[in-house]
């Protein structure tokens, strides 16, 4: 699909990955629609680009719905959807306290919500925007609507020490992406999924340049950290080639997590 002149979503889109994705959509002229729970970045983001921000849980379907209805008003219906909303948490199995060697289980409510958001929010988006997306005219004579791109992460495939709940949303992903395909070919909506390794995005702007420096020195080649661009570059090279479909790519590198 040609970008130009077509309606985008990006989930998480105030910031990050999310950010961006949103600024290469539109810098190749796509009207873009922020969805992101954080309201003065994403008002300020929509209002640079000309898009519009719909503030968004995306684990909440009636935020979902409603986001949707906004976006398709002022936008129209978007053939484009890219899920980058996430949130990463650390905690074990079950953790032992130094001081007096008591053992605790992983927080069920920490690892719901991880759920909730990562997983089964990138779904509500996902087919809420699907439903919309296939009753809109094919764009070309193989019948092609629109495309979904949700964000794994190598770690649904290198989980680490502490990710269980992380890795687990995001193995979650990529596992929902062939069905996916497989579900909305006749409606004429490919799917695919993009696995990051480790990104400069805001999360790791709290660490210090030493261990910045170390996370990038385990990628092999090219020894940094990704950056936002690369990503967003990548899911525009999607979205254009109607070949993609039903597939997850990893852009890492090379890199493979170690235990810890």
Same mark, same amino acid.
């Given at each position: 699909?040609?970008?130009?002149?077509?309606?985008?979503?990006?989930? $998480?889109?105030?910031?990050? /990955?999310?950010?961006? +994705?949103?600024?290469?959509?539109? #810098?190749?002229?796509?009207?873009?629609?922020?969805? @992101?729970?954080?309201? @003065?970045? $994403? #008002?300020?983001?929509?209002?640079? /680009?000309?898009?519009?921000?719909?503030?968004?849980?995306?684990?909440?379907?009636?935020?979902?719905?409603?986001?949707? &209805?906004?976006?398709?008003? &002022?936008?129209?219906?978007?053939?484009?959807?890219?899920?980058?909303?996430?949130?990463?948490?650390? =905690?074990?199995?079950?953790?032992?306290?130094?001081? +007096?060697?008591?053992?605790?289980?992983?927080?069920?409510?920490?690892?719901?919500?991880?759920?909730?958001?990562?997983?089964?929010?990138?779904?509500?988006?996902?087919?809420?925007?699907?439903?919309? !997306?296939?009753?809109? @005219?094919? +764009?070309?004579?193989?019948?092609?609507?629109?495309?979904?791109? +949700?964000?794994?992460?190598?770690?649904? %495939?290198?989980?680490? /020490?502490? =990710?269980?709940?992380?890795?687990?949303?995001?193995?979650?992903?990529?596992? !929902?992406?062939?069905?996916?395909?497989?579900?909305?070919?006749?409606?004429?909506?490919?799917?695919?999924?993009?696995?990051?390794?480790?990104?400069?995005?805001?999360?790791?702007?709290?660490?210090?340049?030493?261990?910045?420096?170390?996370?990038?020195?385990?990628?092999?080649?090219?020894?940094?950290?990704?950056?936002? &661009? %690369?990503?967003?570059?990548?899911?525009?090279?999607?979205? &254009?080639?109607?070949?993609?479909?039903?597939?997850?790519?990893?852009? @890492?590198?090379?890199?493979?997590?170690?235990?810890?």
């Amino acid at each position: 699909m040609n970008i130009s002149g077509l309606s985008a979503i990006v989930t $998480g889109g105030a910031s990050g /990955l999310g950010a961006g +994705t949103a600024r290469h959509l539109a #810098e190749k002229g796509a009207k873009v629609a922020l969805f @992101d729970v954080n309201a @003065d970045k $994403g #008002e300020a983001l929509a209002s640079q /680009l000309g898009g519009v921000f719909c503030n968004t849980d995306i684990s909440d379907p009636e935020n979902v719905s409603s986001s949707l &209805e906004k976006a398709e008003a &002022e936008i129209g219906v978007s053939r484009i959807v890219v899920n980058c909303a996430g949130i990463v948490t650390g =905690q074990k199995t079950v953790s032992r306290k130094r001081d +007096t060697g008591e053992i605790a289980s992983h927080d069920p409510a920490l690892f719901a919500k991880v759920i909730n958001i990562n997983l089964i929010g990138t779904f509500y988006v996902s087919s809420m925007a699907a439903a919309r !997306m296939a009753t809109l @005219d094919p +764009t070309n004579s193989d019948g092609n609507r629109g495309v979904i791109i +949700t964000t794994s992460s190598v770690a649904a %495939e290198d989980g680490q /020490l502490g =990710q269980a709940a992380y890795a687990a949303s995001k193995a979650g992903i990529q596992g !929902m992406m062939l069905p996916m395909a497989r579900d909305l070919a006749r409606e004429g909506i490919r799917t695919a999924s993009i696995l990051p390794g480790l990104f400069a995005t805001p999360m790791f702007d709290s660490l210090t340049d030493e261990i910045r420096a170390a996370l990038a020195a385990n990628v092999p080649f090219p020894s940094r950290l990704g950056t936002v &661009e %690369e990503y967003a570059r990548l899911a525009a090279t999607i979205i &254009e080639n109607d070949m993609i479909n039903g597939t997850s790519i990893r852009l @890492d590198g090379a890199l493979r997590l170690p235990p810890k």
